[in-house]
């Protein structure tokens, strides 16, 4: 014992324990163990989109409404949930769920109402392990932190939202209220420093509702693929109560351009004998993306084992010079160009000589004529 504080050690038993405290004065009881199960959980909503599943709610659950939860069971392979519960922090309150196992330690537990005041989250299961009996049984854990839902309710209709560069965009979005009424203070932020414009305030009666609106522009040299978090936040009046909602924005220029790149042969130099090892064969060619397109935004190498050389034309940005050096031994090359918004167009050619090309034709044909004169062959 040091001062008030008095410290009691249990013996290492199984089961449920009770503790009963006389006093006159008012105490605090702590409670600490040792065990590998915890479990883990977050408010998910049925997923919209077209494969199913839930999403997990940033902002916090609304007071007196059904919600869902997640449980991820941690710390051992063998051990169920059977019970989870919301336990008021003050009082004994506290409301029932139904549990739903999705398998490798997940549960979604749904209840009808989430309460007004706040809460723990109290989940009870069985221990399955056989083959220690001092680890099996029935398990109770509690969340570390209390919860408090909201009587607001900031909701947006869109969740994924695109943004053209240099165009303002509106999000519409919507405030609701199982509580109190009076003019709400509204607050939008996003982690890009864009710019923003919104109502300072919405009024709104007890239990009603309310729509806004944010606009937002991402300045013209935003780059391509750019993804904005913006927050909405409505505080009460009393400023004892507040809620948010999180959404993604993408910053996408609109696509203009579906026409590929286009290559020109400037020039081809080949005279490849029949020893492909003692001689070298090249071609420049030019590659545009045309009067209205993106520009040609790179130029690769997809078949040949020769060397690329790559640059821009003088005084044009548009043209792209290519040029390429190979051994005989490697007569094909394919060239891929792709423009800014990723059309593709494959340019192939070769570096083998016409006579090559004849000699290796009257050779197969002698060929096929000695097999034709075969005896095997004759027809009598």
Known sequence: MVGNLRMLKLLTLVGVWKIAIVSKTAYSLKVVGESPIDFLFDFIEESEGPFGGFDVIDNRPTAGGNASLLVMLIGSEVATVTEVTLVESVGSGQVNSTVEA???????????????????????????NSISRASSGIFQRQSTTSLR?????????ELDIVLEPGTPRSVSFSVMTTGEGGSFTMQATNDQGFTLYYPPSLF?????????????????????????????????????????AVLHLTVLPTVTDFTPP???????????PKNCKQSMWDLSVQVTDGVNGTGVDRVSLREGSGALNISMAAGNDNVTLVSYVASCCSPDVQLVAVDQVGN?????????????????????????????????????
């Open 149 to 157: 839902a909201s009587a607001l309710n900031v909701a947006v209709d």
């Open 344 to 380: 593709v167009e494959i340019c192939r050619y070769s570096g083998a000589s016409w006579s090559s090309r004849v000699d290796y034709s009257i050779l197969l044909c002698f060929t096929l004529l000695s097999l034709s004169l075969q005896p095997e062959n004759v027809i009598i």
């Open 262 to 272: 286009v290559c020109k042969l400037l020039s081809l130099n080949s005279d490849c």
């Open 204 to 244: 709104l009666d007890a239990g009603g509702s309310a729509n806004g609106t944010v606009n937002i522009t991402a300045p013209p040299n935003t780059p391509s693929g750019t993804v904005i978090t913006l927050t909405i936040e409505a505080v009460a009046p009393s400023g004892a109560d507040s809620d948010y």
């Open 102 to 128: 999705l398998g490798g330690g997940e549960y979604v537990v749904h209840f009808d109402r989430i309460p007004s005041v706040e809460f723990v989250v109290l989940v009870k299961g069985q221990n399955n």
